[in-house]
């Protein structure tokens, strides 16, 4: 068994969503001064590897801590996207084979397990390019809901388009009251580990926020 941290740094100046927050932090007390080592940290709730809740796109869905802790840990299958094409929309053909019967085996989802797309962006984390990463079409985000799935991730800035006057991803995966978990990275071990039969388990807990509509996290893969 290996674990694989599937989550970017937190840093100062870090990339956000735009129009989010800014991510600043700095020294608050020093060992020196004060006895102890304490940050003030300056970010917004959808900062860094970050689950969104339903509540994100409707005040009327449910906030963070209204989801069942299963949404954000299980069994997970993760869909090879790396062949995608700048601003590519991803449908529902990528996924059929993921989702269709046997096709992984003992490793395909299970009806409310976790999905993760791999679309290998991460590489561009840092840079302008990081803008123009595939998506999720609203049929494929339908397909996956229609299949009981109810987590799922991407390497990316977002499931949908950057930037985006509409969210349909975000509107049928929330409607679904499904998580969705984007910022991630490092996804290229766990097709590894898939393609050598290994299971894959994820967490991606959240902080307990009352009333939120997301929160970082510190997603890591659990494989063998």
């Given at each position: 068994?290996?674990?694989?941290?599937?989550?970017?740094?937190?840093?100062?100046?870090?990339?956000?969503?735009?129009?989010?927050?800014?991510?600043?932090?700095?020294?608050?007390?020093?060992?020196?001064?004060?006895?102890?080592?304490?940050?003030h940290l300056d970010m917004g709730s959808q900062s860094g590897t970050h689950v969104d809740a339903p509540f994100h796109i409707d005040d009327a869905l449910p906030t963070l801590d209204q989801l069942p802790l299963?949404?954000?840990?299980?069994?997970?299958?993760?869909?090879?996207?790396?062949?995608?094409?700048?601003?590519?929309?991803?449908?529902?053909?990528?996924?059929?084979?993921?989702?269709?019967?046997?096709?992984?085996?003992?490793?395909?989802?299970?009806?409310?397990?976790?999905?993760?797309?791999?679309?290998?962006?991460?590489?561009?984390?840092?840079?302008?390019?990081?803008?123009?990463?595939?998506?999720?079409?609203?049929?494929?985000?339908?397909?996956?809901?229609?299949?009981?799935?109810?987590?799922?991730?991407?390497?990316?800035?977002?499931?949908?388009?950057?930037?985006?006057?509409?969210?349909?991803?975000?509107?049928?995966?929330?409607?679904?009251?499904?998580?969705?978990?984007?910022?991630?990275?490092?996804?290229?071990?766990?097709?590894?580990?898939?393609?050598?039969?290994?299971?894959?388990?994820?967490?991606?807990?959240?902080?307990?926020?009352p009333a939120a509509d997301g929160a970082p996290v510190r997603a890591v893969a659990r494989v063998g």
């Amino acid at each position: 068994m290996r674990l694989i941290d599937l989550s970017v740094p937190v840093a100062t100046g870090m990339p956000v969503y735009p129009g989010d927050p800014r991510v600043a932090i700095a020294p608050a007390l020093s060992a020196a001064a004060d006895g102890v080592n304490v940050l003030h940290l300056d970010m917004g709730s959808q900062s860094g590897t970050h689950v969104d809740a339903p509540f994100h796109i409707d005040d009327a869905l449910p906030t963070l801590d209204q989801l069942p802790l299963e949404r954000f840990w299980g069994r997970a299958v993760v869909v090879d996207a790396r062949g995608a094409a700048p601003r590519t929309p991803l449908g529902p053909s990528l996924f059929e084979g993921s989702l269709s019967e046997g096709s992984l085996s003992e490793g395909r989802p299970r009806a409310g397990g976790i999905v993760l797309v791999a679309t290998g962006w991460s590489r561009h984390w840092g840079h302008d390019d990081y803008l123009a990463h595939p998506y999720l079409t609203p049929e494929a985000a339908e397909l996956l809901v229609n299949a009981g799935i109810r987590t799922v991730g991407i390497d990316a800035l977002s499931v949908d388009a950057t930037p985006a006057d509409d969210f349909p991803a975000h509107r049928i995966l929330c409607g679904a009251h499904a998580v969705i978990a984007e910022n991630l990275t490092n996804l290229a071990p766990l097709l590894g580990a898939q393609t050598a039969g290994e299971p894959i388990e994820v967490s991606l807990l959240p902080l307990r926020l009352p009333a939120a509509d997301g929160a970082p996290v510190r997603a890591v893969a659990r494989v063998g």
